[in-house]
């Protein structure tokens, strides 16, 4: 249903990652399939004071097919702000509004998971968003503070009440953070008790993970993060890579951060990247330690040929 209504070629979205899903990231990923691809967390309030460096961070290129953005806060005015601010950028799909991050300084400041510790100030916030844009809005969020707190249905009852165009439902508590395995069983639950589109997040790592969790709980798409940071090729039709594709693809990466950022700083940012495309290549372990001492392009290349051929 999203993908129609958003005329989107895939029902796997990328999602909103800090300090991955820059422009460069989000390039590979829409060309590897990602239907939607989000840009890092943006703070609403940040936007609201004119921050210099959240204003670079709604940069989008030419080369990304279909891109949203993601705004936290719990202040309904500053959210109405940012969505009238984004509402004037036509390079934006849509915008979504975190509910479910559970960072200590996210959540020490009444945002993201907070939200959902009152449902009254997340409905405010949520009418705030849709009240000055035109762009289709959705909501992320968890189960619930904790084990004693589950309270999604109530929360994505709000959101249908107030003509969201989608929710996605990480099937895990703030308390769980990443720990424990998401259960989708609550997934399966919210489909079942809400008329607008829900897309599930937690866990999946494979097409088979995605295969099995989307017909068990008969949601509408999966949003990716950790399965895509590891492999963007989860997006594509293959996800199983070569060695030469991916020393194809980190070089792809590596040439796209130099063409946004000052060589050095590419190459400290990669270095996560590579740990992520050579995880599970026979003697990797040695190549991304050795690759971590250097700042010379011309030595890691070097080093990513070698290994590409051994």
């Known amino acids: 249903m999203i993908k129609e209504k958003f005329n989107l070629d895939s029902n796997l979205f990328l999602a909103p990652l800090a300090g991955?899903?820059?422009?460069p990231f989000r390039i590979i990923a829409g060309r590897l399939g990602a239907g939607l691809c989000f840009t890092e967390m943006i703070s609403a309030k940040a936007l609201y004071y004119n921050d210099k460096k959240t204003i670079e961070l709604?940069?989008?290129?030419e080369r990304e097919k279909n891109t949203s953005v993601q705004i936290f806060g719990h202040e309904p005015s500053v959210i109405a702000y940012a969505a009238r601010y984004l509402n004037d950028n036509p390079k934006f799909k849509s915008i979504d509004i975190n509910m479910g991050c559970p960072a200590p300084k996210i959540v020490k400041n009444g945002d993201g998971c907070a939200l959902m510790s009152d449902l009254y100030l997340a409905e405010e916030i949520i009418r705030a968003c849709k009240d000055n844009t035109d762009k289709p809005v959705s909501v992320k969020f968890r189960l619930g503070m904790d084990e004693n707190s589950i309270n999604y249905l109530e929360l994505a009852q709000i959101c249908e009440r107030l003509h969201v165009d989608y929710v996605t439902l990480h099937a895990r508590t703030r308390k769980m953070y990443y720990s424990g395995e998401a259960d989708w069983s609550h997934i399966k639950k919210l489909v079942e008790n809400v008329d607008i589109p829900v897309f599930g997040n937690g866990d999946c790592f494979t097409k088979d993970d995605i295969k099995k969790n989307m017909e068990?709980?008969?949601?509408?798409?999966?949003l990716l993060a950790r399965g895509?940071?590891?492999?963007?090729?989860i997006f594509s039709e293959n996800e199983n890579r070569s060695k030469e594709e991916v020393v194809d693809i980190i070089k792809e990466h590596m040439q796209l951060k130099l063409e946004f950022f000052e060589e050095r700083r590419a190459i400290l940012e990669m270095r996560k990247h590579i740990q992520w495309y050579l995880k599970g290549f026979k003697n990797s372990n040695r190549v991304k330690n050795e690759i971590n001492q250097l700042t010379d392009l011309k030595e890691i290349y070097r080093i990513l040929?070698?290994?590409?051929?051994e």
């Open 20 to 23: 991955v899903t820059d422009i």
């Open 58 to 61: 709604l940069a989008v290129d």
């Open 216 to 222: 068990y709980s008969n949601c509408d798409g999966v």
């Open 228 to 233: 895509a940071m590891r492999n963007p090729f």
């Open 305 to 309: 040929d070698e290994f590409k051929y």
